[in-house]
T-cell receptor
Framework: DSGVTQTPKHLITATGQRVTLRCSPR?????VYWYQQSLDQGLQFLIQ???????AKGNILERFSAQQFPDLHSELNLSSLELGDSALYFC??????????FGEGSRLTVL | AQTVTQSQPEMSVQEAETVTLSCTYD???????LFWYKQPPSRQMILVIR??????QNATENRFSVNFQKAAKSFSLKISDSQLGDTAMYFC???????????????FGKGTLLTVNP
């Protein structure tokens, strides 16, 4: 158990819809990272938050957004969903350099 | 920008034998970390081993060891005495050290699917 909690584990929705994925980092970790894993793109960094502020942005679509709340949990919002958004979305947290702990992922299926 | 290349999409090995997974990377950075992560069918990303670029000594964790060649930008993973539970997708990853205070973003390779056969 990495200590990083993600919900839901599985999500099935339709094109055009909006979903929210939730992540609770390990106790004490201030940083949250979101990654997308798809068959064609592999593991792609989406965005990072540190203590409530956006710290780095990767290959995140404009239809996607994220935020980190005062209790340090984070949400990734995916809107106007397309078939190609079907993927495994990972959250990871860290407190020190070189240590990144991953949650079990949220499997999104867009039909 | 950093890139990580894993040239072996799939590999297989017999139980109890040794297998080596290859990884090369490209970066202009001098201070960084390299990692091998394992993703079994349960899909959890599990850290296998970590190497700090400034350390010349190769990292070892039980049956897992790396061959880190900084000049060649090569970072291979050796699994000794392979076990059925080692069957998984293995990802090589790069992290820049000291990236703006707390930016520890990972760049991953495409992965190598390792199957351990009984």
């Amino acid at each position: 158990d990495s200590g990083v909690t993600q919900t839901p584990k599985h999500l099935i929705t339709a094109t055009g819809q909006r979903v929210t994925l939730r992540c609770s980092p390990r106790s004490g970790d201030l940083s949250v990272y979101w990654y997308q894993q798809s068959l064609d793109q592999g593991l792609q960094f989406l965005i990072q938050y540190y203590n409530g502020e956006e710290r780095a942005k990767g290959n995140i679509l404009e239809r996607f957004s994220a935020q980190q709340f005062p209790d340090l949990h984070s949400e990734l919002n995916l809107s106007s969903l397309e078939l190609g958004d079907s993927a495994l979305y990972f959250c990871a947290s860290s407190v020190i350099a070189g240590e990144l702990f991953f949650g079990e992922g949220s499997r999104l299926t867009v039909l | 920008a950093q890139t990580v290349t894993q040239s072996q999409p799939e590999m297989s090995v017999q139980e109890a034998e040794t297998v080596t997974l290859s990884c090369t990377y490209d970066t202009s950075e001098n201070n960084y970390y390299l990692f091998w992560y394992k993703q079994p069918p349960s899909r959890q990303m599990i850290l296998v081993i970590r190497q700090e670029a400034y350390k010349q000594q190769n990292a070892t964790e039980n049956r897992f060891s790396v061959n880190f060649q900084k000049a060649a930008k090569s970072f291979s993973l050796k699994i000794s005495d392979s076990q059925l539970g080692d069957t998984a997708m293995y990802f090589c990853a790069f992290m820049k050290r000291g990236g703006g205070g707390s930016n520890y973003k990972l760049t991953f390779g495409k992965g190598t699917l390792l199957t351990v056969n009984p």
